[in-house]
């Protein structure tokens, strides 16, 4: 494939490290979708374009369903981005899942509501294939990397994206273990989707915080010692998730060359006679659509 340029996406916990990959510059991209969550910054890191974004913005000021994830993928798709690596903290729904240990999803339920799911609401039908959501190249690179990490790093599961803010009940919480749900988080969608309809290569670390309220917390912990065993939680899994990260991007010439299916997701999506696609949804969709349109 041509040049490659890897975009990471930092979620709570690592949103705030991306400042240990490289200094850059920050660059302010003006997408057709409105503002990104903060300026891009673009740097290097062992020979390895990369730009970095973090989701929730400076502080951590916006929550899963306020995050303009249209215009974060669209801005890392305007930078060159040819893959990404996001990060995101959950919940486990599973015993073997614990605290502190690394998730490599393989796939995703969606119950958001809130959120613009789709690129093309408008202008043109396109329908992409999501059978498999999380780029399978990608994942497996991650998985290969995971030696160099003091934690238990899980080979698949399956993410349950909920809308938020607020956290599940645990009715919820046991349905979401009876669907088969490995993790519960609010940030993978639709930002996988959206990745997926701009042809880039898509694959999520899950950071596991904690148990999810199907487990009920030891009572000897009152809500402040709680809180901030959940803190230390996703502190160790931000340390392990940015040492998994910097080895995927330094060993990034193991699968530089090997095409992802997302690179040409779009080329049997677009259902509609391209005689009758307006000149405005080239204008709007820009380097999302140039190749085919």
Same mark, same amino acid.
């Given at each position: 494939m041509g040049k490659v340029k890897i975009g990471i996406i930092g979620g709570s916990g690592l949103g705030d490290a991306l400042g240990v990959f490289s200094e850059g510059k920050s660059v302010k991209v003006d997408t057709p979708f409105g503002e990104c969550s903060d300026e891009i910054i673009e740097a290097s890191w062992k020979g390895w374009d990369i730009a970095l974004l973090n989701r929730h913005g400076p502080g951590h000021v916006l929550n899963p369903s306020m995050v303009n994830y249209r215009a974060n993928i669209y801005a890392l798709k305007a930078v060159g981005c040819t893959h990404i690596i996001a990060s995101g903290a959950v919940g486990s729904l599973r015993e073997h899942i614990r605290p502190k240990d690394l998730v490599i999803p393989d796939q995703v339920i969606d119950k958001t509501y809130r959120r613009i799911g789709s690129f093309f609401d408008e202008y043109f039908a396109a329908h992409v294939e999501f059978a498999a959501p999380f780029c399978p190249v990608l994942r497996k690179h991650l998985l290969n990397c995971a030696d160099v990490v003091n934690t238990s790093v899980h080979d698949g599961g399956t993410y349950v994206c909920m809308e938020g803010p607020a956290f599940s009940t645990r009715a919820e919480s046991e349905m979401h273990r009876l669907w088969g749900g490995d993790l519960i988080g609010?940030?993978?969608?639709?930002? /996988?989707?959206?990745?997926?309809?701009?042809?880039? /290569?898509y694959a999520l670390v899950a950071l596991v915080s904690d148990y999810d309220c199907w487990q009920p917390h030891p009572s000897e912990l009152d809500k402040h010692a709680l809180l901030k065993e959940i803190i230390g939680n996703l502190t160790d899994a931000t340390a392990n998730a940015i040492s998994l990260i910097k080895a995927a991007i330094e060993r990034f010439g193991e699968i530089a060359d090997i095409p992802s299916p997302a690179h040409s997701a779009l080329s049997l999506a677009i259902w509609t006679d391209k005689t009758k696609i307006s000149p405005e949804a080239k204008k709007k969709l820009g380097v999302l659509v140039e190749k085919y349109l």
């Amino acid at each position: 494939m041509g040049k490659v340029k890897i975009g990471i996406i930092g979620g709570s916990g690592l949103g705030d490290a991306l400042g240990v990959f490289s200094e850059g510059k920050s660059v302010k991209v003006d997408t057709p979708f409105g503002e990104c969550s903060d300026e891009i910054i673009e740097a290097s890191w062992k020979g390895w374009d990369i730009a970095l974004l973090n989701r929730h913005g400076p502080g951590h000021v916006l929550n899963p369903s306020m995050v303009n994830y249209r215009a974060n993928i669209y801005a890392l798709k305007a930078v060159g981005c040819t893959h990404i690596i996001a990060s995101g903290a959950v919940g486990s729904l599973r015993e073997h899942i614990r605290p502190k240990d690394l998730v490599i999803p393989d796939q995703v339920i969606d119950k958001t509501y809130r959120r613009i799911g789709s690129f093309f609401d408008e202008y043109f039908a396109a329908h992409v294939e999501f059978a498999a959501p999380f780029c399978p190249v990608l994942r497996k690179h991650l998985l290969n990397c995971a030696d160099v990490v003091n934690t238990s790093v899980h080979d698949g599961g399956t993410y349950v994206c909920m809308e938020g803010p607020a956290f599940s009940t645990r009715a919820e919480s046991e349905m979401h273990r009876l669907w088969g749900g490995d993790l519960i988080g609010m940030t993978c969608m639709p930002e /996988a989707k959206l990745a997926r309809e701009a042809e880039i /290569a898509y694959a999520l670390v899950a950071l596991v915080s904690d148990y999810d309220c199907w487990q009920p917390h030891p009572s000897e912990l009152d809500k402040h010692a709680l809180l901030k065993e959940i803190i230390g939680n996703l502190t160790d899994a931000t340390a392990n998730a940015i040492s998994l990260i910097k080895a995927a991007i330094e060993r990034f010439g193991e699968i530089a060359d090997i095409p992802s299916p997302a690179h040409s997701a779009l080329s049997l999506a677009i259902w509609t006679d391209k005689t009758k696609i307006s000149p405005e949804a080239k204008k709007k969709l820009g380097v999302l659509v140039e190749k085919y349109l």
